[in-house]
Nanobody, 116 residues
Framework: QLQLVESGGGLVQPGGSLRLSCAAS????????MNWFRQAPGKEREFVAA????????SYVDSVKGRFTISRDNAKNTVYLQMNSLKPEDTAVYYC?????????WGKGTLVTVSS
């Protein structure tokens, strides 16, 4: 059974940085696109970033372009989200997602709070 576990969230001041990790276990995700989503309080879950299986192709929601970078280490079965120049509106629970082996998998999320 494939499991995704996010880590790296926390409290950070505006303008600060955090690096989120999503570790997959149980099965390899190396061939699959991996995604980050987020859900702010009182709002619907939204797409943040995606990366292809090879890592050569990435995409981002407009609001994080130039500030966030998605990457992956297939040897570690892990995907990352480097978040720089954080803003209060980036406050949310961040979720890792993959569509693999005919199913849609989600982690339980990691909370990012951007506040002074």
């Amino acid at each position: 059974q494939l499991q995704l576990v996010e880590s790296g969230g926390g409290l950070v001041q505006p303008g600060g940085s955090l690096r989120l990790s999503c570790a997959a276990s149980g099965r390899t995700v190396n061939s699959y696109n991996m995604n980050w989503f987020r859900q702010a309080p009182g709002k619907e879950r939204e797409f943040v970033a995606a990366i292809s299986g090879s890592g050569r192709s990435t995409s981002y929601v407009d609001s994080v372009k130039g500030r966030f970078t998605i990457s992956r280490d297939n040897a570690k079965n892990t995907v990352y989200l480097q978040m720089n120049s954080l803003k209060p509106e980036d406050t949310a629970v961040y979720y890792c997602n993959v569509g693999a082996y005919g199913m849609d998998y989600w982690g339980k999320g990691t909370l990012v709070t951007v506040s002074s």
